[in-house]
T-cell receptor, first 114, second 110 residues
Framework: NAGVTQTPKFRILKIGQSMTLQCTQDMNHNYMYWYRQDPGMGLKLIYYSVGAGITDKGEVPNGYNVSRSTTEDFPLRLELAAPSQTSVYFC?????????????FGDGTRLSIL | KQEVTQIPAALSVPEGENLVLNCSFTDSAIYNLQWFRQDPGKGLTSLLLIQSSQREQTSGRLNASLDKSSGRSTLYIAASQPGDSATYLCAVRTGNQFYFGTGTSLTVIP
C-alpha cells in the first residue's frame, strides 16, 4: 500500500531556480491537495484539485502552479524560487462522494531556498 | 476567513493520565472536522473525522466531539501512553478549503 508518494524528500534550490515537486496516489482518490507547513504554523492550502483537469487556488497560491492531467498525479511547480518559499510541502488526497472521507498525506518534501 | 485555534500549544502528562485537547474555529459553516497526528519529520496521519451532522466519533482510546454552534471540538485521549507523544492537529473543511490549527505538542512521560 503506497498511498501518497512525494518526491524528492529533500531539496536545496538557489533563488530564481525552478523545480517541480511530484505527488502521486494509488487510491483512486478524486481530490488532491498541496499544503505548505512553516515552523510553528499550521498547514496552509496552496492548490487543490477535484479531479483530472480541474484545479483551483487555496489560501496561499502565489508563486506556485499546478496541473492534474491524470487521477494519480498532481505536481506542484515553483517557477522562480524565493526564500519565502522555504518550507515543508505536503501532498494529500481524499475521496469525496456522498460523505467526505479522511485526507491521506505523503511524508513531505523539505525545500530550502538559499 | 476561517481561523482555527488549538490550546494548549504544548502539554506534558504522566503515562496513564486521561487528557483533552481543544480546537476552536470562527466560522461554524463547516462540512467536517478532522483530527490528525504528526510525528517529527513525518506527514499527517488521520485519527478521526467528524461530519458536520455528527456530534462525536470514537476510535479505540480516542474520542472526538464537535459542537458546531459554539465552534469547538475536543479530542479526548484515555489512558495515555508514551507512544501517544506527537503533535495533534485539527482541521476544518469550509467549502473546498481546509484550515488547520497550529497543533498541540503532546509528551507522555513514562
Amino acid at each position: 500500500n503506497a498511498g501518497v508518494t512525494q518526491t524528492p524528500k529533500f531539496r536545496i534550490l538557489k533563488i530564481g531556480q525552478s523545480m517541480t515537486l511530484q505527488c502521486t496516489q494509488d487510491m483512486n482518490h478524486n481530490y488532491m491537495y498541496w499544503y505548505r507547513q512553516d515552523p510553528g504554523m499550521g498547514l496552509k492550502l496552496i492548490y487543490y484539485s477535484v479531479g483530472a483537469g480541474i484545479t483551483d487556488k487555496g489560501e496561499v497560491p502565489n508563486g506556485y502552479n499546478v496541473s492534474r492531467s491524470t487521477t494519480e498525479d498532481f505536481p506542484l511547480r515553483l517557477e522562480l524560487a524565493a526564500p519565502s518559499q522555504t518550507s515543508v510541502y505536503f501532498c494529500a488526497s481524499s475521496w469525496k462522494g456522498e460523505r467526505n472521507q479522511p485526507q491521506h498525506f505523503g511524508d513531505g518534501t523539505r525545500l530550502s531556498i538559499l | 476567513k476561517q481561523e482555527v485555534t488549538q490550546i494548549p500549544a504544548a502539554l506534558s502528562v504522566p503515562e496513564g493520565e486521561n487528557l483533552v485537547l481543544n480546537c476552536s474555529f470562527t466560522d461554524s459553516a463547516i462540512y467536517n472536522l478532522q483530527w490528525f497526528r504528526q510525528d517529527p519529520g513525518k506527514g499527517l496521519t488521520s485519527l478521526l473525522l467528524i461530519q458536520s451532522s455528527q456530534r462525536e466519533q470514537t476510535s479505540g482510546r480516542l474520542n472526538a466531539s464537535l459542537d458546531k454552534s459554539s465552534g469547538r471540538s475536543t479530542l479526548y485521549i484515555a489512558a495515555s501512553q508514551p507512544g501517544d507523544s506527537a503533535t495533534y492537529l485539527c482541521a476544518v473543511r469550509t467549502g473546498n478549503q481546509f484550515y488547520f490549527g497550529t497543533g498541540t505538542s503532546l509528551t507522555v512521560i513514562p
